[in-house]
């Protein structure tokens, strides 16, 4: 059974930042591609970064470039999201997804069959 592990989401002030943390098990780490979407209320659910194992890819949303940074430790079988810059339009429910890449958009959702139990993150104005 894969799970999907998350933690380090809170509550922060507009500037601070937050690391998630996503330990999926029942999977082959190495061979995925791990990372996490984000829901807002009343949003639709959006693709947020991804890094894809095999080959260190990784990909970003436009509104999250230059201020979240994905990072897989091999070791620890852990993807992390370092969130600095933190604005309040970030809060939202952060969920932690992986799969096999094998074509199509990183963040298209409906490709996605693991997802995990999601983690709040909310920032204060």
């Known amino acids: 059974e894969v799970r999907l592990v998350e933690s380090g989401g809170g509550l922060v002030q507009a500037g601070g930042s937050l690391r998630l943390s996503c330990a999926p098990s029942?999977?082959?780490?190495?061979?995925?591609?791990i990372g996490w979407f984000r829901q807002a209320p009343g949003k639709e659910r959006e693709g947020v970064s991804l890094?894809?194992?095999?080959?260190?890819?990784?990909y970003y949303a436009d509104s999250v470039k230059g201020r979240f940074t994905i990072d897989s430790d091999y070791a620890k079988n852990t993807v992390y999201l370092q969130m600095d810059s933190l604005k309040p339009e970030d809060t939202a429910v952060y969920f932690c997804?992986?799969?096999?890449?094998?074509?199509?958009?990183?963040?298209?959702?409906?490709?996605?069959?693991?997802w995990g139990q999601g983690t709040q993150v909310t920032v204060s104005s």
């Open positions: 029942g999977l082959d780490f190495e061979r995925y591609g």
């Open positions: 890094i894809n194992n095999p080959d260190g890819t990784r």
């Open positions: 997804v992986a799969r096999v890449l094998k074509g199509g958009a990183w963040d298209q959702s409906s490709y996605f069959g693991h």
